[in-house]
């Protein structure tokens, strides 16, 4: 898949050819829905716990006797219909909410979901490696970015989308802490984008192109034909 490329002055520097095995799969709904599915269980950690009658304090002695007093029966006060009482049925943080995901599946949805970005008119393509040392160069480099035709509105003071910037290796770190502290901007090594990051973002900037493109393809050479 042929694209066209650009520099960090947000000018057109020729075209790349992107490879149809990452940047030109078909829209897979049912799949990209399964696997954000499981993405959002397994961030759920499921912290609500409350106690029951026989976890909170108190409440071992019977509050009066069983018969002669005109009272209803009660053996504890710890009973769920007293006040401060155990709760009944409340929620518990022993359930584990995480799905599997198959290695395969969750590749397939990466790759269906960078084709979306390019069909979309959201992926834009750089030629150089980023090397950035202060924030302030960050946002000179949005600037510029926003001159490309369709990414007029990809960083403004007024609205700020959130950006996705994948990198090869090669970034140094100084470029990746400058980026990250842009609002709504995040940054992932190819090596490691997942399905989720991709969904989430309203553009993906892809720096040093070809590397990026190389990597990518290499994490997902493990999807044939058959795969799911």
Same mark, same amino acid.
């Given at each position: 898949?042929?694209?066209?490329?650009?520099?960090?002055?947000?000018?057109?520097?020729?075209?790349?050819?992107?490879?149809?095995?990452?940047?030109?799969?078909?829209?897979?709904?049912?799949? %990209?829905?399964?696997?954000?599915?499981?993405?959002?269980?397994?961030?759920?950690?499921?912290?609500?716990?409350?106690?029951?009658?026989?976890?909170?304090?108190?409440? +071992?002695?019977?509050?009066?006797?069983?018969? +002669?007093?005109?009272?209803?029966?009660?053996?504890?006060?710890?009973?769920?219909?007293? *006040?401060?009482?155990?709760?009944?049925?409340?929620?518990?943080?022993?359930?584990?909410?995480?799905?599997?995901?198959?290695?395969?599946?969750?590749?397939?949805?990466? +790759? $269906?979901?960078?084709?979306?970005? *390019?069909?979309? +008119? $959201?992926?834009?393509?750089?030629?150089?490696?980023?090397?950035?040392?202060?924030?302030?160069?960050?946002?000179?480099?949005?600037?510029?970015?926003s001159q490309?035709?369709?990414?007029?509105?990809?960083? $403004?003071?007024?609205?700020?989308?959130?950006i996705l910037?994948? %990198?090869?290796?090669? *970034?140094?770190?100084?470029?990746?802490?400058?980026?990250?502290?842009?609002?709504?901007?995040?940054?992932?090594?190819?090596?490691?984008?997942?399905?989720?990051? *991709?969904?989430?973002?309203?553009?993906?900037?892809?720096?040093?192109?070809?590397?990026?493109?190389?990597?990518?393809?290499?994490?997902?050479?493990?999807?044939?034909?058959?795969s799911v």
């Amino acid at each position: 898949m042929k694209v066209s490329l650009y520099n960090t002055k947000g000018s057109a520097s020729g075209t790349i050819e992107l490879r149809d095995s990452v940047f030109g799969m078909p829209w897979n709904s049912d799949l %990209v829905h399964q696997v954000l599915t499981a993405y959002h269980a397994n961030e759920r950690h499921g912290n609500a716990h409350t106690k029951n009658r026989s976890e909170v304090s108190g409440g +071992g002695k019977k509050p009066w006797k069983q018969k +002669g007093t005109g009272k209803a029966r009660h053996g504890s006060t710890r009973s769920p219909i007293w *006040v401060k009482g155990g709760v009944a049925h409340g929620p518990r943080n022993e359930k584990d909410y995480t799905q599997k995901i198959n290695q395969k599946m969750r590749l397939k949805a990466l +790759g $269906t979901l960078l084709s979306a970005k *390019v069909n979309d +008119g $959201t992926l834009l393509p750089l030629n150089e490696i980023l090397e950035i040392g202060k924030t302030k160069e960050g946002v000179e480099l949005f600037t510029s970015l926003s001159q490309v035709s369709g990414f007029e509105t990809i960083y $403004t003071k007024t609205n700020k989308n959130n950006i996705l910037v994948c %990198v090869s290796d090669a *970034v140094s770190d100084s470029t990746v802490r400058s980026l990250r502290n842009l609002p709504c901007v995040s940054v992932i090594m190819a090596s490691r984008i997942n399905p989720m990051q *991709v969904a989430r973002a309203r553009y993906l900037v892809l720096a040093d192109a070809a590397s990026v493109d190389t990597l990518l393809g290499s994490r997902l050479a493990s999807i044939t034909k058959k795969s799911v």
